[in-house]
């Protein structure tokens, strides 16, 4: 057992991890852990320029790769920047560690420089997390953090070091295995509950999918494939679901829930039973509690079991990690469930794709930012990850990208964080670097992290920013469209940078484009250089998302059209 610093404990623990790339931000509080980076060089560090975007970094590297996305932030306002990404992580279950500078443990709770309470602050919004009081105990504390961020519901796991005790020496002693007395997932689900939910699969008549992201965290999507496939059963996608079916599947009924398709939510309306693969039944998929599947039995698979039953009653809950629940499931209901028994439902959804499809008027006047998306989709077929900021280009990215594998779309859900898709695109880009990353973004949105510009040019992270530029505040003005008289308080983006001279200042390329031919040719040639991009896409000002469903509204009173 080696003799070393605290501050050498760390970089050697994201060794024993196989950490290959840590987004960070150094400081006072964590400069003993940086200059140890500097001497050993074990993993690839990216100098973000400001703590939000290095933890969506570690965000969106998790989200494309699966692994454990790491970020180091000094203490006091390096950490309180890091919060949103952390709360971002939490709303999504994306695992992750995030490692913080603290003052000397003497000068804790004495209002010193770059003091924070930053474990008080960060227990809201993490899974778990630890304030370090010697360096003996830190090797142990490493490895549980990661063990808890990967396992059981993933999540991020803040741990806070003081500086003087990076400066301690102690015994490094890396656990090869963690157990922890209090915290044991349950992993395999009950086999009795199991064979309830098939038969009662067996036995329904309007049986829908309703899958949620806890697929995609559980690696199981090609499992939920296979029984789509053999069972015939329509299905549904909430957000972070996304890409679970591919864009073309039969059984596919699109997103579920405010704007979801219409189909989706008819089904969801009408169902006689809910099979929900990790989903935690979400208020912007639910709508009116009291209205939301109200015919129907539910089956809830999901890894946590605070998840189940928390906002709807359920019929069969099963806990367990969906893939092994899944290994149960599958052959079970290939033996006994007969794909024609759902013949005359899958006809009714048929009819109701065809009622109200999704769609938008195209125009050749002006530019519909439904039409870049797919056109998007259509260059780069299915080898690129679409990270996406929060608002109106978000939806219609949920809506009318074609979608085909799981972990292709990197988007904040749950806290719905404007300012994530630049840096998570960046931090996928590094994850799965043979494939084009591109962030759909709007001009609200990408002013929130524009800095990354710097970080994606030093790093060679040619991300393509795609910014629907309407000049609005798109989704809030919507919202002051339909339910405030058009009183379009503080939405109005008319004054705006000239976007082509801001990412050709910072090192890049920008291309500003009216038309559907100079939109092709700025993406061609962006793809074929490998450059860091802003394409800035004057769309139509007033384009809305629909359908919409009003919030606290009911799933089957959609909004269609907008009527002027």
């Not at 390096?78 to 939490?90: E, Q, S």
């Not at 630890?130 to 504390?141: H, N, R, Y």
């Not at 009819?351 to 870049?372: A, G, I, M, N």
Request: aromatic share 8%; proline share 5%; with cysteine.
């Amino acid at each position: 057992m080696a003799q070393m610093s605290g501050a050498q404990m760390v970089v050697e623990a994201m060794r024993e991890e196989g950490v290959e790339v840590v987004f960070g931000y150094p400081g006072g509080a964590i400069m003993n852990v940086y200059d140890e980076i500097y001497k050993h060089r074990y993993f690839e560090h990216i100098l973000t320029r400001h703590e939000q975007a290095a933890v969506h970094a570690a965000d969106g590297y998790a989200r494309a790769t699966g692994n454990v996305g790491v970020a180091f932030v000094t203490s006091g306002p390096g950490f309180t920047n890091a919060v949103t990404g952390l709360a971002t992580a939490y709303m999504d279950s994306v695992p992750m560690v995030v490692v913080s500078g603290q003052v000397p443990i003497s000068m804790i709770g004495t209002d010193a420089f770059q003091e924070i309470d930053a474990v008080g602050i960060s227990r809201p919004c993490t899974k778990h997390n630890f304030l370090v009081q010697s360096a003996d105990e830190l090797p142990k504390i490493l490895a549980e953090a990661f063990y808890i961020a990967k396992t059981g519901r993933p999540g991020p796991v803040h741990v806070d070091i003081p500086k003087d005790v990076t400066a301690q020496m102690g015994e490094f002693n890396y656990p090869k295995s963690v157990k922890l007395d209090t915290y044991k997932p349950t992993v395999k689900g009950n086999m009795r509950q199991i064979k309830k939910a098939v038969e009662a699969i067996k036995e329904a008549k309007k049986p829908v999918f309703y899958l949620g992201g806890g697929i995609i965290s559980s690696n199981s999507a090609d499992m939920v494939r296979e029984l789509v496939a053999h069972t015939q059963i329509p299905a549904v996608e909430t957000l972070m679901a996304r890409g679970v079916l591919r864009y073309d599947d039969p059984m596919l009924l699109g997103m579920v829930g405010m704007h979801g398709s219409y189909a989706a939510n008819m089904a969801m309306s009408e169902a006689d039973l809910l099979i929900a693969l990790g989903p935690r039944f979400d208020d912007r998929v639910t709508g009116k509690l009291s209205e939301f599947a109200k015919y129907a039995k539910i089956i809830h698979v999901d890894i946590d079991p605070s998840s189940i039953g928390k906002l709807v009653n359920v019929d069969y809950p099963i806990v367990g990690d969906l893939k092994e629940v899944l290994k149960e499931m599958v052959p079970l209901a290939k033996k006994s469930v007969e794909p024609q028994r759902y013949e005359a439902w899958r006809e009714i959804l048929q009819r109701y794709r065809e009622l109200h499809p999704l769609t938008f008027e195209d125009s050749d006047e002006v530019l519909k930012p439904q039409w870049v998306i797919q056109r998007v989709g259509e260059k780069l077929k299915g080898k690129a990850r679409i990270a996406t900021d929060v608002g109106q280009h978000q939806m219609w990215t949920a809506q009318f990208y074609p979608f085909t594998r799981p972990r292709e779309l990197i988007t904040s859900g749950g806290l719905g964080t404007m300012g994530f898709g630049f840096p998570a695109a960046m931090g996928a880009k590094r994850g799965v670097r043979d494939e084009v990353a591109v962030n759909i973004s709007g001009d609200g949105s990408i002013l929130m992290n524009i800095q990354e510009l710097i970080t994606a040019v030093e790093y060679r992270l040619p991300v393509i920013n795609i910014i629907l530029n309407n000049h609005y505040l798109g989704m809030v003005r919507q919202w002051q469209t339909f339910f405030y008289d058009k009183r379009y308080a503080e939405t109005d983006l008319s004054m705006q940078p000239d976007f082509v001279k801001v990412a050709e200042a910072f090192g890049g390329v920008g291309y500003r484009v009216k038309t559907k031919e100079e939109f092709d040719k700025a993406l061609d040639d962006a793809i074929s250089k490998g450059v860091v991009a802003l394409i800035d896409v004057i769309v139509d000002r007033y384009e809305n998302v629909l359908p919409m469903v009003p919030a606290g509204g009911s799933l089957y009173n959609m909004l269609l059209e907008y009527k002027d």
